[in-house]
């Protein structure tokens, strides 16, 4: 009848209704809904004599509350219904005799009551006629012999009893909830942990929302599974049936839908996720559009035909969890309701994978176990897991982790944490009860042990309707106020989300029905099926590890200084380690002062190779990534990475309407335009689109943008550190480096050409350093935020807020790669660029952070190609150690080694490249000769000075410039060494004043030969000090001749250069002297005035300086003043 009555037309809708409400209301309350609520109703329409439940607190009595047994909605557990209000029960029990039921009782005020089995109480008493709804015999009502089910929607007393026989149902296995409906049971056994069938499913889907509202968590037919304590263990059974009685509205679930729908305008990689740019290391194929229009589809043909329809909630959002998962974005993410966020499906042990070979095959050990019943599997090698190899399992959860596009980097993470704990708030519940270990111990032989599922949730739950509550949307779930847009939203929180336990929470509480589990799960012998796995791991278990580090070399780590947000070691000799686990610092001032003389620090002790630490740093302020590479490198251009947006409509209207509204993240002053270097003054920056093909579809971006962090500059001085140059700096990550800490790392590999090392991963699979560069992370309730503050809220292309607690996060913009020419128009996120080496952890250095940094720093001096090489310098020269690539084998790694002989390159000006040279590498730069230069730097041979003379006797060997020093021999001067000229000394005025007519030549003038012996010129070919051109005088003939100038000119140098020696020791000999006495005065007991020094008086009105001999000079205004001599204690200060 009510499929017909659902195709009858709306005119006869109304009288079938009445009809049906007069005729059938005792049995088949559910078509009142089809009525419409009268004028007062406060509550939604179909919620009015629906046959739903007793609706309390909505203005108007609900028909409903009639019904006896009807469940009361809007009431908290001990309140009935009364004249359309909550009312507190009027028949409270002690605990020890039953609890209250949240159910309609008589109009008496009292409520239901659920009594403890095995417990009697006055209170605790059913009542003796059975209800209107009993429609089997009367007598058959609490009778104390079966249980009696299928009597209609009533349920009889015996059912309370735990060994009543159940009759009346067609399955054997069949339970009878208080409902009185026979349900199938999944198992017919009692749960002793649980205290409760386990038998209930979905067949009926109210059964356990219904059944378990209480709270109460008693009785052989009902267990609450939602009464949770905080940071306790539970089977996993537990949370799985807790989220099996959660509904959600149609209505919202679409609605949730259309919100991610239009939030596709402003999520940047939409179009790029339908067809990756690189298939082969980002496989990627993930339209987002069709698939939340298939979800769509899927929850309306699932929804329960009423009219309220409502479908399951886990399924619902789980589906949404795992489509955003695919994206392998980890800035990009549907978190569920809070209710799911808080809580966790946890094995009891942690793993960590290692090899005993530089290249495989990897290890499998119990790194930790969260219960101290358990810690005898810590250190044992895993043979396998649910009979299958370790290394296949963590590489198939690796699939499934979705936070790096690299599977190497995801690899990882499953090994850490990923498979053994599992995020409600992202990942799907498990279906497993338990796991099957095989293990190894130290005798090399296999036990096998089964651990539970567990379960856990950060916070208290007393019931199925507090984690309803945790999942209704609530005014915290709102963005904050912000007075200041953050350049680049801190992905961090978002990671959270999806990593695992925080070890901070200290020791967690086990469950007393899961600690009896765990103290069962005892070893035994291993199952034949997995004989093969354990005949492997038998063969290697005696291989020699690789705990000693690479050539015996062992580093030695000391800190210089250490934070909470940043570290600074020296490791070895000539290594510093910077260890930066995020670029979201809790103390920015701290980090940078850190940084700042760490690096100082370093330059003091000749510490010339920088090795930088980047494992788990998820990012923070890109501004901090860009002053740091900018304090490392300098002015390394391009300083900043070329961001845009997705400029679809909306983002137009929103850049638009933030043109007057300062501050905002979409305000057009925000940007930079890198064209001219300031912030854009207008919204054309998204309104004058560019269009690019991604994804075999055309999309409109936003111009060319970059962040602000002028400001960030100036914070830091200027770099006085080592000037590291790239092949001495080694960023070391195992993949997890994303957001800012990828734009950081990419930027020295493709702009600075930093080399890369890569631990951990797949054996094998290339792996790139970084993950998720993204550009800028944002989320929903942000952006929701800036539309209301910018006024276009009501936009019709504008999202709505989910109608839950479910969060939405996204990259809002995305940066392109540094090698912009190379990858045009590509996002670095999709850029592979493997690392420069792979390193495998040893079974020392997966637990061993120095083990760890000792096998890096060996990586300084391999290379992966004849292109790398190391700088060098040689005897007045400079060269390269070139990768050793065609004259050596690799070595372990696969890797080569930088040649040990220094190849000039360049030589010095003033020497040359002699190949025969073997000296310490196969040719040396050797000085030129006297007699030849060289200016440049270059290898080749030195060349001739300029007029060279025959009596010209060169000075030096390497001379860098063709004006070579040079001496004359004895009797030749000049710049072209001519003969020294004679001069007639004993000729008259006359015959001099003649003479002189031709000393201009010099040819004239000859001295004798005692003269000529010391007139030797010297100098150097093009400003030599000629003596020709300093004899050049007038004709009078009271000037002296050329030789006597000569012996002149030196006499006066000599006693010039005596008067300064003695000068210069007698003021040496009067300093020692005043030190002698000051400190005779110091030290000796000197009681009278000091010896002398000078000081300022320190009285208030000193104008005047005086010294300690008893001079007193006067102030301005003449006045004497006395001195008073400083105390003893004062005088080495004033010093």
Same mark, same amino acid.
């Given at each position: 009848?009510?499929?017909?009555?659902?195709?009858?037309?709306?005119?006869?809708?109304?009288?079938?209704?009445?009809?049906?409400?007069?005729?059938?209301?005792?049995?088949?309350?559910?078509?009142?809904?089809?009525?419409?609520? *009268? #004028?007062? $109703?406060? /509550?939604? +329409?179909?919620? %009015?004599?629906? =046959?739903?439940? @007793?609706? !309390?607190? &909505?203005?108007?009595?609900?028909?409903?509350?009639?019904?006896?047994?009807?469940?009361?909605?809007?009431?908290?557990?001990?309140?009935?219904?009364?004249?359309?209000?909550?009312?507190?029960?009027?028949?409270?029990?002690?605990?020890?005799?039953?609890?209250?039921?949240?159910?309609?009782?008589?109009?008496?005020?009292?409520?239901?009551?659920?009594?403890?089995?095995?417990?009697?109480?006055?209170?605790?008493?059913?009542?003796?006629?059975? *209800? #209107?709804? $009993?429609? /089997?015999? +009367?007598?058959? %009502?609490?009778? =104390?012999?079966? @249980?009696? !089910?299928? &009597?209609?929607?009533?349920?009889?007393?015996?059912?309370?009893e735990s060994d009543r026989e159940i009759v009346g149902c067609p399955n054997a296995a069949d339970v009878c909830p208080y409902q009185g409906v026979c349900t199938e049971a999944l198992n017919a056994q009692l749960d002793p942990a649980l205290g409760s069938l386990t038998a209930f499913t979905s067949a009926d889907p109210m059964l356990l929302r219904t059944e378990c509202a209480n709270g109460a968590g008693e009785g052989p037919f009902c267990q609450d599974y939602c009464h949770l304590e905080p940071c306790t263990f539970y089977p996993a059974e537990k949370l799985r049936r807790c989220y099996a009685s959660l509904r959600i509205d149609l209505a919202d679930a679409l609605h949730t839908i259309d919100t991610l729908e239009r939030m596709l305008d402003v999520y940047v990689f939409t179009d790029i996720s339908l067809d990756s740019p690189d298939p082969v290391h980002y496989p990627l194929q993930v339209n987002l559009r069709a698939e939340l229009a298939r979800l769509r589809r899927s929850s309306i043909e699932s929804a329960t035909p009423a009219d309220s329809p409502r479908l399951d909630a886990v399924p619902f959002h789980e589906s949404l969890a795992e489509l955003y998962t695919q994206l392998n974005d980890a800035h990009t993410a549907y978190l569920k309701p809070r209710a799911f966020g808080s809580s966790y499906f946890v094995q009891p042990l942690l793993f960590e994978a290692f090899s005993n070979l530089p290249q495989g095959p990897l290890h499998f050990?119990?790194?930790?176990?969260?219960?101290?019943?358990?810690?005898?599997?810590?250190?044992?090698?895993?043979?396998?897991?649910?009979?299958?190899?370790?290394?296949?399992?963590?590489?198939?959860?690796?699939?499934?982790?979705?936070?790096?596009?690299?599977?190497?980097?995801?690899?990882?993470?499953?090994?850490?944490?990923?498979?053994?704990?599992?995020?409600?708030?992202?990942?799907?519940?498990?279906?497993?009860?338990?796991?099957?270990?095989?293990?190894?111990?130290?005798?090399?032989?296999?036990?096998?042990?089964?651990?539970?599922?567990?379960?856990?949730?950060?916070?208290?739950?007393?019931?199925?309707?507090?984690?309803?509550?945790?999942?209704?949307?609530?005014?915290?779930?709102?963005?904050?106020?912000?007075?200041?847009?953050?350049?680049?939203?801190?992905?961090?929180?978002?990671?959270?989300?999806?990593?695992?336990?925080?070890?901070?929470?200290?020791?967690?509480?086990?469950?007393?029905?899961?600690?009896?589990?765990?103290?069962?799960?005892?070893?035994?012998?291993?199952?034949?099926?997995?004989?093969?796995?354990?005949?492997?791991?038998?063969?290697?278990?005696?291989?020699?590890?690789?705990?000693?580090?690479?050539?015996?070399?062992?580093?030695?780590?000391?800190?210089?200084?250490?934070?909470?947000?940043?570290?600074?070691?020296?490791?070895?000799?000539?290594?510093?380690?910077?260890?930066?686990?995020?670029?979201?610092?809790?103390?920015?001032?701290?980090?940078?002062?850190?940084?700042?003389?760490?690096?100082?620090?370093?330059?003091?002790?000749?510490?010339?190779?920088?090795?930088?630490?980047?494992?788990?740093?998820?990012?923070?302020?890109?501004?901090?990534?860009?002053?740091?590479?900018?304090?490392?490198?300098?002015?390394?251009?391009?300083?900043?990475?070329?961001?845009?947006?997705?400029?679809?409509?909306?983002?137009?209207?929103?850049?638009?309407?933030?043109?007057?509204?300062?501050?905002?993240?979409?305000?057009?002053?925000?940007?930079?335009?890198?064209?001219?270097?300031?912030?854009?003054?207008?919204?054309?920056?998204?309104?004058?689109?560019?269009?690019?093909?991604?994804?075999?579809?055309?999309?409109?971006?936003?111009?060319?943008?970059?962040?602000?962090?002028?400001?960030?500059?100036?914070?830091?001085?200027?770099?006085?550190?080592?000037?590291?140059?790239?092949?001495?700096?080694?960023?070391?990550?195992?993949?997890?480096?994303?957001?800012?800490?990828?734009?950081?790392?990419?930027?020295?590999?493709?702009?600075?050409?930093?080399?890369?090392?890569?631990?951990?991963?797949?054996?094998?699979?290339?792996?790139?350093?970084?993950?998720?560069?993204?550009?800028?992370?944002?989320?929903?309730?942000?952006?929701?935020?800036?539309?209301?503050?910018?006024?276009?809220?009501?936009?019709?292309?504008?999202?709505?807020?989910?109608?839950?607690?479910?969060?939405?996060?996204?990259?809002?913009?995305?940066?392109?790669?540094?090698?912009?020419?190379?990858?045009?128009?590509?996002?670095?996120?999709?850029?592979?660029?493997?690392?420069?080496?792979?390193?495998?952890?040893?079974?020392?250095?997966?637990?061993?952070?120095?083990?760890?940094?000792?096998?890096?720093?060996?990586?300084?001096?391999?290379?992966?190609?004849?292109?790398?090489?190391?700088?060098?310098?040689?005897?007045?020269?400079?060269?390269?150690?070139?990768?050793?690539?065609?004259?050596?084998?690799?070595?372990?790694?696969?890797?080569?080694?930088?040649?040990?002989?220094?190849?000039?390159?360049?030589?010095?000006?003033?020497?040359?490249?002699?190949?025969?040279?073997?000296?310490?590498?196969?040719?040396?730069?050797?000085?030129?000769?006297?007699?030849?230069?060289?200016?440049?730097?270059?290898?080749?041979?030195?060349?001739?000075?300029?007029?060279?003379?025959?009596?010209?006797?060169?000075?030096?060997?390497?001379?860098?410039?063709?004006?070579?020093?040079?001496?004359?021999?004895?009797?030749?001067?000049?710049?072209?060494?001519?003969?020294?000229?004679?001069?007639?000394?004993?000729?008259?005025?006359?015959?001099?004043?003649?003479?002189?007519?031709?000393?201009?030549?010099?040819?004239?003038?000859?001295?004798?030969?005692?003269?000529?012996?010391?007139?030797?010129?010297?100098?150097?070919?093009?400003?030599?000090?000629?003596?020709?051109?300093?004899?050049?005088?007038?004709?009078?003939?009271?000037?002296?001749?050329?030789?006597?100038?000569?012996?002149?000119?030196?006499?006066?140098?000599?006693?010039?250069?005596?008067?300064?020696?003695?000068?210069?020791?007698?003021?040496?000999?009067?300093?020692?002297?005043?030190?002698?006495?000051?400190?005779?005065?110091?030290?000796?007991?000197?009681?009278?005035?000091?010896?002398?020094?000078?000081?300022?008086?320190?009285?208030?009105?000193?104008?005047?300086?005086?010294?300690?001999?008893?001079?007193?000079?006067?102030?301005?205004?003449?006045?004497?003043?006395?001195?008073?001599?400083?105390?003893?204690?004062?005088?080495?200060?004033?010093?």
């Amino acid at each position: 009848m009510f499929s017909i009555g659902r195709r009858l037309n709306a005119s006869s809708s109304l009288l079938l209704c009445a009809l049906v409400a007069l005729c059938f209301a005792p049995h088949f309350t559910v078509v009142h809904a089809a009525c419409s609520a *009268p #004028a007062g $109703w406060l /509550c939604a +329409s179909s919620n %009015y004599n629906s =046959g739903d439940g @007793c609706h !309390c607190n &909505c203005g108007l009595y609900d028909p409903d509350c009639d019904v006896r047994d009807q469940q009361i909605l809007g009431c908290d557990i001990g309140f009935t219904c009364l004249n359309a209000s909550c009312t507190p029960c009027s028949n409270p029990i002690a605990a020890e005799d039953g609890e209250l039921l949240h159910l309609i009782g008589e109009h008496s005020g009292e409520c239901a009551v659920r009594c403890v089995p095995s417990l009697t109480g006055s209170a605790c008493q059913f009542p003796s006629r059975p *209800p #209107a709804q $009993w429609s /089997c015999a +009367s007598e058959r %009502y609490h009778d =104390g012999t079966y @249980c009696d !089910c299928g &009597c209609g929607p009533a349920v009889d007393p015996d059912c309370w009893e735990s060994d009543r026989e159940i009759v009346g149902c067609p399955n054997a296995a069949d339970v009878c909830p208080y409902q009185g409906v026979c349900t199938e049971a999944l198992n017919a056994q009692l749960d002793p942990a649980l205290g409760s069938l386990t038998a209930f499913t979905s067949a009926d889907p109210m059964l356990l929302r219904t059944e378990c509202a209480n709270g109460a968590g008693e009785g052989p037919f009902c267990q609450d599974y939602c009464h949770l304590e905080p940071c306790t263990f539970y089977p996993a059974e537990k949370l799985r049936r807790c989220y099996a009685s959660l509904r959600i509205d149609l209505a919202d679930a679409l609605h949730t839908i259309d919100t991610l729908e239009r939030m596709l305008d402003v999520y940047v990689f939409t179009d790029i996720s339908l067809d990756s740019p690189d298939p082969v290391h980002y496989p990627l194929q993930v339209n987002l559009r069709a698939e939340l229009a298939r979800l769509r589809r899927s929850s309306i043909e699932s929804a329960t035909p009423a009219d309220s329809p409502r479908l399951d909630a886990v399924p619902f959002h789980e589906s949404l969890a795992e489509l955003y998962t695919q994206l392998n974005d980890a800035h990009t993410a549907y978190l569920k309701p809070r209710a799911f966020g808080s809580s966790y499906f946890v094995q009891p042990l942690l793993f960590e994978a290692f090899s005993n070979l530089p290249q495989g095959p990897l290890h499998f050990t119990v790194s930790s176990s969260l219960v101290p019943e358990l810690d005898y599997l810590v250190g044992l090698d895993v043979v396998s897991i649910d009979e299958v190899a370790p290394f296949e399992v963590f590489l198939s959860r690796a699939d499934e982790v979705g936070v790096s596009r690299d599977r190497g980097t995801r690899f990882n993470m499953a090994v850490d944490y990923a498979w053994a704990q599992r995020s409600q708030s992202v990942f799907s519940q498990v279906d497993q009860d338990s796991v099957t270990y095989v293990f190894l111990d130290e005798d090399c032989t296999p036990m096998q042990v089964t651990l539970p599922w567990m379960s856990m949730t950060h916070h208290a739950f007393a019931s199925q309707s507090r984690i309803v509550a945790a999942s209704e949307p609530s005014a915290s779930n709102a963005a904050p106020v912000r007075n200041q847009p953050q350049p680049s939203v801190d992905a961090t929180p978002l990671l959270e989300e999806r990593a695992g336990l925080d070890p901070s929470l200290g020791p967690l509480n086990v469950h007393s029905s899961l600690r009896v589990e765990l103290a069962h799960a005892t070893p035994r012998s291993a199952s034949t099926t997995v004989s093969s796995l354990v005949r492997d791991a038998q063969n290697t278990c005696e291989e020699e590890s690789m705990d000693a580090l690479p050539n015996g070399f062992s580093q030695s780590i000391e800190p210089i200084v250490v934070t909470p947000d940043v570290g600074v070691y020296q490791l070895g000799e000539k290594t510093v380690l910077l260890k930066i686990p995020s670029f979201s610092p809790r103390d920015y001032t701290g980090f940078r002062t850190a940084v700042v003389f760490g690096l100082l620090k370093a330059q003091d002790l000749e510490l010339t190779q920088l090795l930088l630490d980047l494992r788990d740093n998820g990012g923070g302020s890109i501004c901090l990534s860009y002053t740091l590479l900018h304090y490392l490198f300098g002015d390394t251009l391009p300083i900043y990475g070329a961001y845009d947006f997705q400029a679809s409509d909306l983002m137009k209207h929103l850049a638009i309407a933030a043109e007057n509204v300062p501050q905002n993240l979409f305000s057009p002053e925000y940007w930079i335009d890198p064209r001219t270097n300031k912030p854009y003054t207008s919204s054309s920056y998204m309104t004058d689109s560019i269009v690019r093909v991604r994804g075999g579809m055309l999309g409109s971006y936003s111009q060319i943008v970059h962040d602000d962090c002028r400001y960030n500059f100036e914070q830091w001085s200027k770099p006085h550190h080592y000037d590291y140059q790239p092949e001495s700096v080694l960023a070391l990550t195992h993949g997890y480096c994303g957001s800012s800490c990828s734009v950081f790392l990419k930027h020295l590999e493709q702009v600075s050409r930093v080399r890369t090392l890569v631990v951990g991963g797949i054996p094998g699979e290339q792996q790139s350093a970084t993950s998720f560069a993204g550009g800028q992370s944002y989320n929903l309730d942000a952006f929701l935020s800036d539309l209301d503050e910018v006024g276009i809220s009501s936009d019709p292309l504008a999202p709505r807020p989910f109608p839950s607690s479910s969060r939405f996060a996204y990259t809002l913009r995305e940066i392109y790669s540094f090698d912009y020419d190379v990858h045009f128009g590509i996002p670095v996120e999709f850029v592979f660029t493997p690392s420069h080496f792979r390193m495998l952890y040893t079974r020392s250095s997966v637990s061993n952070d120095t083990a760890l940094y000792s096998e890096a720093v060996s990586f300084f001096d391999r290379c992966t190609v004849d292109s790398e090489a190391l700088p060098c310098t040689g005897y007045f020269g400079s060269g390269i150690r070139p990768c050793a690539i065609h004259t050596t084998e690799p070595d372990a790694y696969g890797y080569y080694h930088f040649s040990s002989e220094c190849v000039i390159q360049h030589c010095l000006p003033g020497f040359y490249f002699d190949p025969q040279s073997q000296q310490i590498a196969t040719g040396d730069c050797l000085p030129c000769p006297r007699g030849t230069y060289k200016e440049d730097i270059s290898l080749g041979p030195c060349l001739p000075c300029e007029y060279p003379s025959a009596h010209a006797i060169f000075l030096s060997e390497g001379v860098s410039t063709s004006a070579c020093p040079f001496i004359c021999e004895t009797g030749f001067f000049g710049e072209d060494c001519d003969p020294l000229p004679t001069c007639d000394t004993d000729s008259d005025s006359d015959s001099d004043s003649d003479s002189g007519k031709d000393s201009d030549s010099g040819k004239d003038c000859h001295c004798d030969s005692s003269s000529s012996s010391e007139a030797s010129s010297s100098g150097t070919h093009g400003g030599s000090e000629s003596a020709a051109e300093s004899s050049h005088h007038s004709s009078d003939s009271s000037e002296p001749d050329e030789c006597s100038l000569r012996w002149y000119q030196s006499g006066i140098w000599m006693l010039t250069t005596v008067v300064f020696l003695v000068a210069g020791v007698c003021v040496f000999a009067y300093m020692m002297i005043r030190r002698r006495r000051n400190n005779y005065g110091r030290y000796g007991g000197v009681t009278g005035p000091q010896d002398s020094f000078f000081t300022l008086d320190e009285s208030p009105d000193a104008d005047h300086y005086v010294d300690n001999d008893d001079d007193v000079y006067d102030d301005e205004e003449g006045g004497e003043k006395e001195h008073s001599m400083p105390r003893p204690g004062e005088m080495e200060l004033q010093e």
